[in-house]
């Protein structure tokens, strides 16, 4: 029987490296390769089922998705290769990845958050602000839509009394035109209405965070400490 470590630094001496795993519980021993002979262009270390402890030049198909190790001729470890994950570890790892994601844009939210704003009071003033802004947009788009809409039955009714079809055509084209604008100005204020409504969930977010990290307790209800009336006897 080939004593197996000797065999694997034979071949090491030799500048070979047998494309068969050689078992071994150890690493193969330093050697350097003979003048004009060519050491392996790199060395691999695995373990089989069995729990023992292979070397070699190229990894069976058995063992090419499991965790492995590029080593070189002194048997160090120069580079770790992971294995193919299994269902289960991959969902884990895309699990964990996407909560580290989370939570690195919540403490960047935080930090964006406590520089920006002093207090409570600066939140809702900002939200007030731009709530307003918005509001401007769609009052003055609504305007737009409704001289819109004027014009295009005005355009309409003349083209009831058009006289010839060059002069319906005509009108026809500037009724296109309006009524592209008008669909324009409709979204717009859709939009922007939309727009209101994650402006104000967005900022009770985070004056509820801002509170969070400031300690700043919640106003208290009014109703809840009012007093009931007393009743007359």
């Known amino acids: 029987m080939y004593n197996r470590p000797l065999l694997v630094a034979a071949f090491l001496a030799l500048g070979t490296f047998v494309a068969a795993p050689v078992a071994s519980a150890a690493p193969p021993p ?111 788009a609504s305007s737009t839509t ?9 355009l309409e009714f003349l083209k009831s009394k058009a006289k010839d079809a060059k002069q319906s055509e005509g009108y026809d084209q500037q009724l296109a035109a309006l009524r592209r604008e008008l669909t324009a100005n409709q979204r717009h204020i859709v939009s922007r209405q939309e727009e209101m409504t994650m402006v104000k969930s967005q900022f009770e977010r985070d004056i509820k965070r801002f509170r969070e990290l400031t300690a700043t307790p919640a106003p208290k209800d009014p109703a809840a400490t009012t007093p009931a009336p007393a009743k007359k006897p």
């Open 30 to 140: 330093a050697s350097k390769a003979k003048p004009g002979t060519k050491a392996p262009a790199k060395l691999y270390k695995w373990v089989d089922k069995d729990g023992v402890v292979h070397y070699g030049d190229k990894i069976p198909a058995e063992y090419a998705d499991q965790h492995k190790q590029q080593i070189n001729t002194q048997g160090q470890v120069v580079k770790e290769i992971e294995g193919a994950m299994t269902p289960e570890q991959r969902a884990a790892a895309e699990s964990k990845k996407a909560a580290e994601a989370e939570a690195a844009a919540r403490n960047e939210n935080d930090k964006i958050l406590l520089s920006t704003y002093g207090s409570v009071g600066d939140l809702e003033r900002s939200r007030e602000a731009r709530l307003a802004s918005l509001h401007g947009q769609v009052t003055m």
């Open 146 to 154: 409704a001289s819109i809409e004027k014009e295009i039955s005005r």
